[in-house]
């Protein structure tokens, strides 16, 4: 009789233990009336997450996916420590690298502002040895500041212009400017052959000439600057004659 009081009450506390912990053991769990690792237990635990507990997940996954972009300095990989002013948060880089693919899916446009345009005017033949070929000038000039190089000689750009005298004649050139600069000054000395139309003003000997100047400039407003220039025109005594001429302007230049 006590054998089988016994056998009934073990059975009647499986059982109760077997439906205290659920239903969804596997079959050595509710043998052993324990839970086992990744049995069930485990299961309840992963569906009980939180939803934080879920983003926090995701935030980690796509941190380590963004930890695999190699967007670090040479510095950052030999200490390997992110630095101020560095790469920055490997989050950043996922929206970086879909920022710079749309950047660059982009149609390329051109960059008007790289464009300066100086307009100038002044004195033809200041000097005037003659005493009757001094007359007024209006001209303008063209230059691509993004065409700048480094040279032996400072950093040298192409140039391009025309002028028209008050007595009609006409200067077309093309040629090359440096550009120096002493604190808020700009020195841009340039040199540049071109066709030279007397028209009704003074005769230079030649169709070929060539004029050196000099311009101290000063920026005044953003993109733009005012300056003098003198210059001095001849044909290197290429001509049947080479009275040369020498001119001084007043310049405004504004980038576009």
């Not at 299961?43 to 934080?52: H, V």
């Not at 710079?100 to 790289?114: D, G, H, R, Y």
Request: hydrophobic content about 30%; overall charge positive.
């Amino acid at each position: 009789m006590k054998k089988i009081i016994f056998i009934i009450t073990a059975l009647f506390l499986l059982n109760s233990n077997l439906y205290a912990t659920g239903n969804d053991r596997s079959l050595l769990e509710k043998l052993l009336n324990r839970d086992l690792p990744g049995g069930a237990k485990s299961k309840n635990s992963q569906k009980n997450n939180s939803p934080r507990e879920e983003l926090k997940k995701i935030s980690k996954k796509s941190y380590n996916e963004c930890d695999h972009v190699d967007d670090k300095s040479l510095l950052e990989k030999i200490i390997r420590k992110d630095l101020p002013g560095g790469s920055g948060k490997k989050q950043k880089c996922i929206k970086s690298n879909r920022k710079a693919k749309l950047e660059k899916e982009k149609p390329t446009q051109t960059n008007f502002a790289s464009n300066e345009i100086s307009i100038y005017t002044g004195t033809f033949d200041v000097i005037d040895k003659e005493g009757d070929d001094q007359t007024s000038l209006l001209g303008i000039e063209h230059k691509n500041p993004d065409l700048f190089r480094d040279t032996p000689l400072g950093k040298i750009s192409p140039i391009s212009g025309a002028f028209m005298t008050g007595d009609s004649s006409i200067y077309l050139y093309t040629g090359i400017e440096g550009q120096y600069g002493i604190g808020p000054l700009k020195i841009s000395p340039s040199f540049a052959p071109g066709y030279y139309e007397k028209g009704d003003g003074k005769d230079l000997g030649s169709v070929l000439e060539f004029k050196s100047e000099i311009k101290v400039g000063i920026d005044v407003l953003e993109n733009s600057k005012i300056g003098y220039s003198y210059s001095h025109i001849s044909n290197n005594d290429w001509g049947n004659k080479n009275p040369g001429t020498d001119n001084q302007q007043i310049t405004f230049s504004k980038n576009f």
